[in-house]
C-alpha cells in the first residue's frame, strides 16, 4: 500500500515497477490480467484444466471446447442496466423557455467530453476489475477533457485514517520509459524516470507540477462494492470463476461425447465383408459395396447406437446456472427472456429484476457523487483557461434510469390514478421523469390542442 510516507520511496533508483505487493498470484494485478483475459474469451489461459481435458488431441482443442463467455456478458449487462438510458441533468435555474447558463454549460460538455461513452466505459471497468478510474485534466488556454484510466495503471495514496488523499497515474512505453503523474488536492506533479527490467533505472526527468485550482485531487475511482477495508473495489469475476469452470468443463465434456454418440457404428455379418484372400485368410471389405450377399441363416447388417447417459451432467448444468445467476446477483430472465412470455407487466418485471436493479442503485452510489466532482472540476478549469460559456457548475441533479423498458399501459393508468387525486399533468410528467422544463412545455402542448 503507497502512502504519504512511503510514497517517493517506490520512486527510488532500483526500485521495482509495478511494485511487488501488487504481483504474484491472488495479486491485484495478477488478477486484473486474468480478468482481461476472461473478457477477451481467451478462458483457457485462465482454467488451464481445459487444456488438458484433451492432450492426446492437441489441434482439435479450439474446435471442441466450449467457452462460456458469461463474463462479458455480465459486464455489459451491469453497465446497460445503468446506463442504456442516459440519466438527464439539471444545473441552475431556468425559467419557461429561457435555459440557465449552467444549463446551456451542462448541456455542450456532454458532447464535447463524450460523457455517457465513457461513463459506459467506467462502468465495465468496475465489474471487471472491481474500479472505474476518470481523470480530469486540461493544458493551459485549453478545454478541460475527461478521461478513462486503466485501473492497472492507477495506486491510491493512502492516509492514515484508510482514505485516498492523493492519486498515483503511472505507465510505461514499451517497459522503457514510466510516465509517473502524482495527484493531490489542487496539484498535479508529473515526471519520468527510465525502466530497465521491470526496475526503475534513473533519477526522475522531465520534472513537472501543475496548479489546478480544484480543491480535491483530479482523479476520480468508482468502486465496486468497495467495503471500509477495500481500498481498490471487488470485481464481478472472481466469485462466479468456480461456477463458469464447472460449467464449461461439463459442456465439454458432454459436447465430446454427444460428437462420438452421433457417428452410429455399422455392424454387417462377416461373410458381407467380401471373400477370403486365399494366401491371408483375411476378408477385405469395400465401403462402396451397396450389396451384401448373406450366407444362409445370416446376420443382416444393421446400425449400433447408444446413449451417452447425460442426465446428471445436464442436471447438473441446471444446478449451476441457477447458481451462477444467484451468485452474480443477476436473474434467469436477464439473459433467457424467452422465459418472461409475452403478457408480462412492468410491476411484475421489475419484481423478477429486484436483485439487479438493487445492485445497479448501489452502483449509483458511487457514479452519483463522482460525476457531480468531475463536472464540476471540468467547469472550474474550463473557467481558469477562459472557455467561453463556462460557467461554475454546482448543485448539479442526475437523475439516473433504471434501464428497464417502459410498460405504457401502467404509467398510463398510474398517471390516470395520480390525475383523479388531485395531481396537476405537469406534477405527474415531472414524477414519471421528466424535467419541469418538459413537463411544462408538454402540458401546454397539450392544453393547445398539439
Not at 119 to 146: C, H, L, N, T
Not at 229 to 251: A, H, M, N, W
Not at 294 to 311: A, F, K, N, S
Not at 337 to 356: E, F, Q, V, W, Y
Amino acid at each position: 500500500m503507497i502512502t504519504p510516507d512511503n510514497l517517493q520511496s517506490h520512486f527510488q533508483r532500483g526500485k521495482p515497477w509495478p511494485p511487488e505487493e501488487d504481483l504474484g498470484p491472488g495479486k491485484r494485478l495478477t488478477i486484473y490480467e486474468e480478468n482481461l483475459k476472461l473478457w477477451q474469451r481467451k478462458h483457457d489461459e485462465v482454467y488451464t484444466i481445459l487444456k488438458n481435458l484433451y492432450a492426446d488431441r492437441e489441434k482439435d482443442f479450439n474446435r471442441i471446447i466450449f467457452i462460456i463467455n458469461f463474463h462479458k456478458q455480465l459486464s455489459t449487462f451491469w453497465a446497460d442496466l445503468l446506463l442504456s438510458e442516459k440519466p438527464t441533468m439539471i444545473a441552475g435555474e431556468s425559467t419557461g423557455d429561457t435555459k440557465a447558463p449552467e444549463q446551456i454549460y451542462l448541456d455542450s460538455l456532454i458532447p464535447r467530453l463524450s460523457l455517457w461513452s465513457k461513463a459506459y466505459a467506467a462502468r465495465v471497468d468496475m465489474s471487471r476489475y472491481g474500479a472505474g478510474i476518470a481523470k480530469v485534466f486540461a493544458e493551459e488556454g485549453q478545454p478541460a477533457k475527461f478521461q478513462i484510466v486503466a485501473p492497472k495503471n492507477w495506486w491510491p495514496v493512502v492516509g492514515p485514517d484508510g482514505e485516498a488523499v492523493g492519486h498515483i497515474i503511472a505507465w510505461s512505453q514499451d517497459n522503457l520509459i514510466l510516465d509517473v503523474e502524482i495527484h493531490s488536492a489542487g496539484f498535479i506533479q508529473s515526471s519520468k524516470f527510465l525502466l530497465k527490467e521491470g526496475h526503475i533505472n534513473s533519477d526522475p526527468f522531465d520534472i513537472a507540477e501543475v496548479e489546478t485550482g480544484y480543491d480535491k485531487p483530479l482523479v476520480f475511482p468508482m468502486l465496486n462494492a468497495c467495503t471500509s477495508d477495500d481500498i481498490y473495489g471487488t470485481d464481478d469475476y472472481q466469485d462466479i470463476d468456480p461456477i463458469v469452470k464447472r460449467l464449461e468443463i461439463t459442456f465439454t465434456r458432454s459436447g465430446r461425447t454427444l460428437d462420438a454418440h452421433s457417428e452410429p457404428a455399422f455392424a454387417v455379418p462377416e461373410e458381407a465383408l467380401g471373400p477370403k484372400d486365399p494366401v491371408t485368410g483375411e476378408r477385405k471389405y469395400n465401403a462402396k459395396r451397396r450389396i451384401f450377399p448373406l450366407e444362409e441363416g445370416g446376420q443382416i447388417p444393421q446400425y449400433i447406437t447408444w446413449d451417452g447417459q447425460l442426465v446428471a451432467s445436464f442436471t447438473l448444468i441446471d444446478k449451476a446456472l441457477t447458481q451462477l445467476y444467484t451468485i452474480s446477483e443477476t436473474c434467469k430472465c436477464a439473459f433467457e427472456p424467452d422465459t418472461l412470455g409475452n403478457a408480462i407487466s412492468g410491476k411484475a418485471l421489475r419484481m423478477l429484476m429486484m436483485r439487479p436493479l438493487k445492485k445497479s442503485e448501489r452502483c449509483k452510489l458511487q457514479y452519483d457523487p463522482a460525476f457531480k466532482q468531475i463536472l464540476e472540476a471540468i467547469s472550474i478549469l474550463d473557467v481558469k483557461n477562459g472557455i467561453e460559456g463556462a460557467v461554475p457548475l454546482e448543485n448539479i441533479q442526475i437523475t439516473w434510469k433504471d434501464g428497464l423498458p417502459d410498460d405504457e399501459m401502467e404509467l398510463a393508468q398510474i398517471a390516470g390514478l395520480k390525475r383523479a387525486a388531485g395531481w396537476s399533468a405537469t406534477e405527474v410528467l415531472i414524477e414519471a421523469g421528466k424535467t419541469e422544463e418538459q413537463a411544462t412545455n408538454i402540458a401546454q402542448d397539450a392544453l393547445a390542442g398539439v
